[in-house]
Structures are given as structure tokens and as C-alpha cells.
């Protein structure tokens, strides 16, 4: 019983460069949510996706940065031309499918910690 | 944005004791309040969903209160043991999950 898959768990990138990010949810799960951890700071929301549907992206940065959760394969959080600010944890989670995503219960990944240099 | 707080930042107790800590969030348009518990170098799990006011949830030895007309639920653990040291998180659901801080908490055997 696999829980939420995050690969790679660590990943460094030079300024400039893209970083791909991604995440298997659970099975059954048809909806992902990305968040980020910056140090000294708490999760914060970024993205909620269903399969091939943003849901609601008012957390994500108007630039370089998108997440896409195609009908086949892991959802992706993709980051562009990479900033040193850019470098956190990144942790992705998934739910079922529920009446209110409000009540949902999230089962989140291992993280990805991003290293910008 | 909505401000979630939580108190103590971190807390230091002796195995067998109880404690507790607070969250705190704006009681107007108030959907869910989501407890995680988050261990070093694992993910966050989930400990508890509470949606009405005076909810009560429990899990073993730990238990929850809400009170969504002043904004906030307390976390309990009676007789904390070593692997109940975490960092505790909650969340405020509505269009998106806000986040606290998280306590931290150490128990000291």
C-alpha cells in the first residue's frame, strides 16, 4: 500500500536553471496539493489539482512556476529560471474524492528539498 | 490570507506528563480545522478533522476540542511517552488549507 511518492527527494539546481518536481498520490487518489516550506516558515499552500484540472492555483507565484496533473503519470510542480529564494521543501499530498475538499483528509509526501546555488 | 497561530512555539515535558497546546484562527467564514502530527524526517499525518463547534475528537491518549465562535481548538496528551515527540501542525480549510507554525513538542524520558 504505497503511500505519496516524491522523486527526487533532493534536487540542486544552478540559478537560471528548471526544476521539475513530482508526485505520485496515493491509489485512488484523484486529488493533489502542492505546498512549500521555506526555512524558519510553516507549509504553505501553493496549488490543488485534479486530474487534468487546477482547481486552484491562488497560492502559486505569477511567474516561472506552474503544476500540472496530466490523466496519466505524477503531477509535476515545475519552476523556471530558478531563483536562490526558490530554495525550500517542497511537499506534495493527496486525497479522495470528497464532498467539501475543506474536510478532506491529506496524506502527504516524503517532500523534495530544492537547492538553488 | 488567513493567520493561523499556534502556542507554545515549542515545548519541553517529562515522559507521563500531560499537555497541551493551542491554535488559533479567525472564527468568520470557518469551514474545517485539520490536526497533523509531524515526526522528524517522515511527512505530516493526519490526526483529526473537526468541523462544528464543541467538537470532540480522540485518538488513544491524544484528544482535541474546538470552538469555532472564539477562533480556536486545544490539542491534548495525557501521559506523554518519547514517541509522542513531533512537531504538531493545524490547519484552517477552506478554498485552500492554511497552516500554523506547529508546536513542537520533546518528550523528555
Not at chain 1, 30 to 55: A, C, D, T
Not at chain 1, 62 to 80: M, N, T, V, W
Amino acid at each position: 500500500n504505497a503511500g505519496v511518492m516524491q522523486n527526487p527527494r533532493h534536487l540542486v539546481r544552478r540559478r537560471g536553471q528548471e526544476a521539475r518536481l513530482r508526485c505520485s498520490p496515493m491509489k485512488g487518489h484523484s486529488h493533489v496539493y502542492w505546498y512549500r516550506q521555506l526555512p524558519e516558515e510553516g507549509l504553505k499552500f501553493m496549488v490543488y489539482l485534479q486530474k487534468e484540472n487546477i482547481i486552484d492555483e491562488s497560492g502559486m507565484p505569477k511567474e516561472r512556476f506552474s503544476a500540472e496533473f496530466p490523466k496519466e503519470g505524477p503531477s509535476i510542480l515545475r519552476i523556471q529560471q530558478v531563483v536562490r529564494g526558490d530554495s525550500a521543501a517542497y511537499f506534495c499530498a493527496s486525497s479522495p474524492q470528497t464532498s467539501s475538499m475543506s474536510l478532506a483528509e491529506q496524506y502527504f509526501g516524503p517532500g523534495t528539498r530544492l537547492t538553488v546555488t | 490570507i488567513l493567520n493561523v497561530e499556534q502556542s507554545p512555539q515549542s515545548l519541553h515535558v517529562q515522559e507521563g506528563d500531560s499537555t497541551n497546546f493551542t491554535c488559533s484562527f479567525p472564527s468568520s467564514n470557518f469551514y474545517a480545522l485539520h490536526w497533523y502530527r509531524w515526526e522528524t524526517a517522515k511527512s505530516p499525518e493526519a490526526l483529526f478533522v473537526m468541523t462544528l463547534n464543541g467538537d470532540e475528537k480522540k485518538k488513544g491518549r491524544i484528544s482535541a476540542t474546538l470552538n469555532t465562535k472564539e477562533g480556536y481548538s486545544y490539542l491534548y496528551i495525557k501521559g506523554s511517552q518519547p514517541e509522542d515527540s513531533a512537531t504538531y501542525l493545524c490547519a484552517q480549510a477552506g478554498n485552500q488549507f492554511y497552516f500554523g507554525t506547529g508546536t513542537s513538542l520533546t518528550v523528555i524520558p
